[in-house]
């Protein structure tokens, strides 16, 4: 941290010092490049950072302007209080372009923002009070203790202490609990909903950030230029806005910041041939998708592999403290579930209880329900009839993030890592138990903020050692060996301190030695005091592993008790080794008809 | 009521041109999941390559299409060659790299034709029908007939051959349909040129009803975007009811809002689109969860 501070000051010191060797035009290219940078941050965020497609920054930027542009000049209300109004106003349009974030994703949002963004330009050019075509042009030359704000080189200093604010205060919000949630939800939104990341939260202040980012852009570009015309808010620029995030690297505010202010100068520099210029911008896009996925900010890592000295390596699991058992209170209770799929019916009329402490295996054939039970569980799907009780209390409905909080974490089938972020990230994001309501406190009270990362740093290394994960604490979960991105999983479930743990396949693709330390691990999980439900293929382990087992065929229980009885049971045996001699499947009599 | 069924005619010509790009759309997403945000410039390549070839050579409308749709098909195909190490990977990226294609498009028609664009003589001279005082332009009636032509070769395909048979395969799994021999790439390919060449039939006969300028892809790619996402995105079906109410909705608006239509337009789409974003008839997808 010190040597960033170190390697900043000289950047620092060259930004103040820039002014006195340039000349009156380049100055003004330059407050026009610092204006784009601050948009850059912007998109980073929302693109970047929460993976929300948006085409309408520029829009926010637009609406940050002509406020401005209006109020002054039609109300003759002073800059700076218009100057409030106007950032209020972008980040009320960032809220409205949000909604249909809520409801789909991906191309879509992508096609909505833009089509919202062309809406905007129409009304601009079309509407009496913002000027039409022409645009507004008297805007007052924004008032600063006497600082004639006219001339571009004192403006510059205004645009650099602003901009140094929203800089640090992206790079905050990035490396804070909040940052590491939202590029969770980038990264795979279902499993950060089974964290406790509230969803639907985040990407509406994904949009906050946006919108404020844009009208903050938008009111120094007011200030500066003292004219608004829809033209600068065109698709254009706003084209211009997204190849400088994707060439700077989306992910990294500074990557965005250095594409912003030299695609700035680039433009400046073509601006007699912006047609080549056009051209020249999309075949570097192009490119950098294809070759760069991380743009100009990844570069580094790309062309410098970090050479790795010794080979990390896993070390043995720590025991959780045991824990004297309580009353044999049940966790979790089901009862007379039923899901059905318009016609498929996945679940029929399940009913299980599940005691404190104790580890129960659901068993049974492919589709025969399990991990949709545990969806239905997890609250990833609502039962179609019949209740969920958790410690007594009915959570049928309940969003995944709501069940999370009261307890519940899950580890998924096919492995849910968040894929760009290392592993102590992907433990942190499980760690922070905090609403997303917490928020306000970014803004008000920053140092709490930061206190509290602290603490949550210093809990991920107890996390990471238990696990024995500590050399692998900087990894991306891709880079490492399957059997330990499971690990890495049931490390960041159990990060959640939940009272109850849902383990789906946790052995499918582990070696011997891997299951063996897989049921040691989950023995020292329940003796710690939580309950255990394990969907498993492996039936060595369930019979060793499981208290109590539960199997399910064709969507209903079709036994239910100790691991040794339930083996011998008939009706398991059937639903395992095939009731083929009696009834063919639908799909073996297909395979017998397409034989014949 | 005569206006309204004036509206209603010129509605129907401009959706059943939607229509053909939402076609272009659909059959791209439902084949490789990804959304061909360059589709909108290649229907603005298809009106130019299509007119300036009409209007220079003299050439029958038809023979321009044709040349159009070559040219447009020849793009689609670099596109798709370009972005295929992004296929099943990264949709972010392959999304914005599209976009990249569409601004290199763009850029390359004003270098070409000129930043200030034509307009283009209507090929059908003969007047205009009148039906109890509504005047249908016989140029309606041949892009509506040109439209249900390409849609009718286009179903065919895509029922009938070996080939089309391929591409529902890939559309509907990917890695099933490679155990089963089929070259996913060229499948991929070939969906890309068929939206191409639907881009160039729509582009060529949208020239003659509108400016032909750089910018109009912009427009024209998201208003087809938007009737396919009406539609159900991915199905064709739901691509021509979606382009053609996407059409009457934009002549409606531009009947009753003027200048603010394409705001009216959009805010409407936008809030449809929440309401049910699967669309009129739900999302024809590759499930790639």
């Not at chain 1, 589709?367 to 009839?385: E, Q």
């Given at each position: 941290?010190?040597?960033?501070?170190?390697?900043?000051?000289?950047?620092?010191?060259?930004?103040?010092?820039?002014?006195?060797?340039?000349?009156?035009?380049?100055?003004?290219?330059?407050?026009?490049?610092?204006?784009?940078?601050?948009?850059?941050?912007?998109?980073?965020?929302?693109?970047?950072?929460?993976?929300?497609?948006?085409?309408?920054?520029?829009?926010?930027?637009?609406?940050?302007?002509?406020?401005?542009?209006?109020?002054?000049?039609?109300?003759?209300?002073?800059?700076?209080?218009?100057?409030?109004?106007?950032?209020?106003?972008?980040?009320?349009?960032?809220?409205?372009?949000?909604?249909?974030?809520?409801?789909?994703?991906?191309?879509?949002?992508?096609?909505?923002?833009?089509?919202?963004?062309l809406g905007f330009i129409n009304w601009v050019t079309n509407a009496?009070?913002?000027?039409?075509?022409?645009?507004?042009?008297?805007?007052?030359?924004?008032?600063?203790?006497?600082?004639?704000?006219?001339?571009?080189?004192?403006?510059?200093?205004?645009?650099?202490?602003?901009?140094?604010?929203?800089?640090?205060?992206?790079?905050?919000?990035?490396?804070?609990?909040?940052?590491?949630?939202?590029?969770?939800?980038?990264?795979?939104?279902?499993?950060?909903?089974?964290?406790?990341?509230?969803?639907?939260?985040?990407?509406?202040?994904?949009?906050?950030?946006?919108?404020?980012?844009?009208?903050?852009?938008?009111?120094?570009?007011?200030?500066?230029?003292?004219?608004?015309?829809p033209?600068?808010?065109?698709?254009?620029?706003?084209?211009?806005?997204?190849?400088?995030?994707?060439?700077?690297?989306?992910?990294?505010?500074?990557?965005?910041?250095?594409?912003?202010?030299?695609?700035?100068?680039?433009?400046?520099?073509?601006?007699?041939?912006?047609?080549?210029?056009?051209?020249?911008?999309?075949?570097?896009?192009?490119?950098?998708?294809?070759?760069?996925?991380?743009?100009?900010?990844?570069?580094?890592?790309?062309?410098?592999?970090?050479?790795?000295?010794?080979?990390?390596?896993?070390?043995?699991?720590?025991?959780?403290?045991?824990?004297?058992?309580?009353?044999?209170?049940?966790?979790?209770?089901?009862?007379?579930?039923?899901?059905?799929?318009?016609?498929?019916?996945?679940?029929?009329?399940?009913?299980?209880?599940?005691?404190?402490?104790?580890?129960?295996?659901?068993?049974?054939?492919?589709?025969?329900?399990?991990?949709?039970?545990?969806?239905?569980?997890?609250?990833?799907?609502?039962?179609?009839?019949?209740?969920?009780?958790?410690?007594?209390?009915?959570?049928?409905?309940?969003?995944?993030?709501?069940?999370?909080?009261?307890?519940?974490?899950?580890?998924?089938?096919?492995?849910?890592?968040?894929?760009?972020?290392?592993?102590?990230?992907?433990?942190?994001?499980?760690?922070?138990?905090?609403?997303?309501?917490?928020?306000?406190?970014?803004?008000?009270?920053?140092?709490?903020?930061?206190?509290?990362?602290?603490?949550?740093?210093?809990?991920?290394?107890?996390?990471?050692?238990?696990?024995?994960?500590?050399?692998?604490?900087?990894?991306?979960?891709?880079?490492?060996?399957?059997?330990?991105?499971?690990?890495?999983?049931?490390?960041?479930?159990?990060?959640?301190?939940?009272?109850?743990?849902?383990?789906?396949?946790?052995?499918?693709?582990?070696?011997?030695?891997?299951?063996?330390?897989?049921?040691?691990?989950?023995?020292?999980?329940?003796?710690?005091?939580?309950?255990?439900?394990?969907?498993?293929?492996?039936?060595?382990?369930?019979?060793?592993?499981?208290?109590?087992?539960?199997?399910?065929?064709?969507?209903?229980?079709?036994?239910?008790?100790?691991?040794?009885?339930?083996?011998?049971?008939?009706?398991?045996?059937?639903?395992?080794?095939?009731?083929?001699?009696?009834?063919?499947?639908?799909?073996?009599?297909?395979?017998?008809?397409?034989?014949? | 009521?005569?206006?309204?069924?004036?509206?209603?005619?010129?509605?129907?010509?401009?959706?059943?041109?939607?229509?053909?790009?939402?076609?272009?759309?659909?059959?791209?997403?439902?084949?490789?999941?990804?959304?061909?945000?360059?589709?909108?410039?290649?229907?603005?390549?298809?009106?130019?390559?299509?007119?300036?070839?009409?209007?220079?050579?003299?050439?029958?409308?038809?023979?321009?299409?044709?040349?159009?749709?070559?040219?447009?098909?020849?793009?689609?195909?670099?596109?798709?060659?370009?972005?295929?190490?992004?296929?099943?990977?990264?949709?972010?990226?392959?999304?914005?790299?599209?976009?990249?294609?569409?601004?290199?498009?763009?850029?390359?028609?004003?270098?070409?034709?000129?930043?200030?664009?034509?307009?283009?003589?209507?090929?059908?001279?003969?007047?205009?029908?009148?039906?109890?005082?509504?005047?249908?332009?016989?140029?309606?009636?041949?892009?509506?007939?040109?439209?249900?032509?390409?849609?009718?070769?286009?179903?065919?395909?895509?029922?009938?051959?070996?080939?089309?048979?391929?591409?529902?395969?890939?559309?509907?799994?990917?890695?099933?349909?490679?155990?089963?021999?089929?070259?996913?790439?060229?499948?991929?390919?070939?969906?890309?040129?068929?939206?191409?060449?639907?881009?160039?039939?729509?582009?060529?006969?949208?020239?003659?009803?509108?400016?032909?300028?750089?910018?109009?892809?912009?427009?024209?790619?998201?208003?087809?975007?938007?009737?396919?996402?009406?539609?159900?995105?991915?199905?064709?079906?739901?691509?021509?009811?979606?382009?053609?109410?996407?059409?009457?909705?934009?002549?409606?608006?531009?009947?009753?809002?003027?200048a603010y239509s394409e705001l009216v337009t959009f805010?409407?789409?936008?809030?449809?689109?929440?309401?049910?974003?699967?669309?009129?008839?739900?999302?024809?997808?590759?499930?790639?969860?």
């Open positions: 941290m010190r040597r960033r501070l170190l390697l900043l000051a000289p950047i620092a010191v060259a930004a103040w010092l820039l002014p006195y060797g340039l000349g009156g035009y380049t100055m003004h290219v330059v407050d026009v490049a610092v204006i784009f940078a601050v948009l850059a941050i912007g998109l980073g965020l929302t693109m970047g950072v929460a993976g929300q497609i948006n085409l309408a920054q520029v829009a926010f930027f637009g609406i940050g302007a002509y406020t401005v542009a209006i109020l002054t000049s039609r109300t003759g209300l002073g800059f700076w209080p218009a100057a409030v109004l106007a950032i209020l106003a972008s980040i009320a349009a960032g809220l409205l372009v949000g909604i249909p974030a809520l409801r789909m994703q991906s191309h879509y949002l992508g096609i909505v923002t833009l089509g919202l963004a009496g009070i913002a000027g039409r075509a022409e645009g507004i042009s008297d805007i007052p030359v924004p008032p600063l203790f006497g600082i004639d704000l006219s001339s571009g080189y004192l403006y510059y200093y205004l645009e650099l202490a602003v901009f140094a604010l929203v800089l640090v205060f992206a790079l905050f919000v990035t490396r804070s609990p909040l940052g590491r949630r939202l590029r969770a939800m980038r990264d795979d939104d279902l499993a950060a909903g089974a964290l406790g990341a509230e969803i639907p939260l985040l990407r509406m202040t994904a949009f906050v950030l946006s919108g404020l980012y844009g009208g903050v852009a938008g009111v120094l570009y007011a200030g500066l230029i003292r004219f608004v015309a033209e600068t808010f065109n698709i254009g620029n706003m084209f211009l806005l997204l190849a400088m995030v994707i060439i700077g690297g989306r992910a990294s505010i500074v990557g965005c910041v250095i594409g912003a202010l030299g695609l700035a100068f680039v433009r400046e520099a073509l601006l007699d041939v912006s047609a080549f210029a056009q051209l020249g911008y999309g075949i570097v896009v192009v490119l950098v998708v294809v070759f760069f996925p991380k743009g100009l900010a990844g570069l580094p890592a790309q062309v410098f592999r970090r050479k790795t000295g010794e080979r990390p390596r896993l070390s043995p699991f720590v025991p959780y403290d045991e824990v004297p058992p309580a009353d044999a209170r049940s966790v979790l209770e089901i009862d007379q579930v039923t899901k059905r799929f318009k016609g498929l019916v996945a679940l029929q009329d399940v009913s299980l209880s599940v005691p404190a402490r104790q580890i129960r295996g659901i068993v049974g054939p492919n589709g025969s329900g399990k991990t949709t039970l545990f969806n239905v569980i997890s609250g990833f799907y609502t039962a179609t009839a019949g209740r969920v009780r958790l410690d007594g209390a009915s959570v049928g409905g309940l969003a995944p993030y709501r069940l999370s909080l009261k307890g519940v974490a899950r580890t998924f089938q096919n492995l849910r890592l968040f894929e760009d972020l290392t592993v102590r990230d992907n433990i942190l994001v499980a760690l922070d138990r905090t609403r997303t309501s917490w928020i306000w406190r970014y803004l008000a009270l920053p140092w709490a903020v930061s206190r509290y990362e602290r603490s949550l740093r210093g809990r991920a290394d107890e996390v990471l050692h238990r696990f024995g994960l500590t050399e692998f604490a900087d990894a991306i979960p891709r880079s490492l060996p399957y059997g330990i991105q499971r690990r890495v999983e049931i490390a960041r479930a159990m990060a959640s301190l939940p009272s109850l743990l849902l383990l789906d396949e946790p052995a499918a693709g582990l070696n011997g030695d891997e299951v063996g330390r897989l049921a040691e691990i989950v023995r020292s999980i329940r003796d710690s005091g939580v309950t255990v439900v394990v969907i498993e293929h492996n039936m060595g382990l369930v019979m060793s592993l499981c208290d109590h087992v539960t199997v399910l065929s064709g969507g209903r229980v079709i036994a239910d008790g100790p691991p040794d009885e339930v083996a011998v049971d008939p009706r398991v045996v059937e639903a395992y080794l095939g009731d083929s001699m009696a009834a063919p499947t639908e799909r073996e009599a297909e395979h017998e008809h397409a034989d014949r | 009521m005569q206006v309204f069924l004036q509206t209603l005619i010129g509605g129907i010509t401009f959706g059943a041109v939607y229509a053909l790009v939402a076609m272009g759309f659909s059959i791209v997403y439902r084949t490789m999941g990804l959304v061909n945000f360059a589709h909108g410039s290649v229907v603005m390549i298809g009106a130019y390559a299509a007119s300036t070839f009409y209007m220079a050579s003299k050439v029958p409308f038809a023979v321009a299409i044709v040349v159009a749709i070559v040219v447009t098909g020849l793009i689609g195909l670099i596109i798709e060659r370009f972005l295929r190490p992004l296929e099943n990977k990264d949709f972010t990226l392959m999304l914005i790299g599209t976009i990249g294609f569409g601004a290199v498009l763009e850029a390359l028609a004003i270098l070409i034709w000129g930043a200030t664009g034509h307009a283009v003589p209507s090929p059908v001279a003969t007047e205009p029908l009148n039906l109890g005082g509504v005047r249908i332009p016989t140029y309606s009636l041949l892009v509506i007939g040109v439209a249900a032509l390409a849609t009718t070769m286009l179903a065919f395909f895509l029922r009938r051959t070996k080939l089309g048979a391929a591409m529902q395969a890939v559309a509907m799994d990917h890695e099933a349909a490679t155990a089963c021999g089929i070259h996913v790439g060229r499948s991929n390919a070939m969906a890309f040129g068929i939206g191409a060449c639907l881009a160039a039939v729509a582009g060529s006969l949208i020239g003659p009803m509108l400016y032909v300028n750089p910018t109009m892809g912009g427009t024209l790619g998201i208003k087809g975007f938007a009737a396919a996402m009406l539609g159900g995105f991915g199905s064709m079906p739901g691509a021509i009811v979606g382009g053609i109410a996407f059409g009457l909705l934009d002549a409606f608006a531009a009947g009753n809002f003027q805010v409407v789409f936008a809030l449809a689109v929440m309401i049910r974003p699967t669309g009129i008839f739900g999302e024809a997808t590759v499930n790639r969860a």
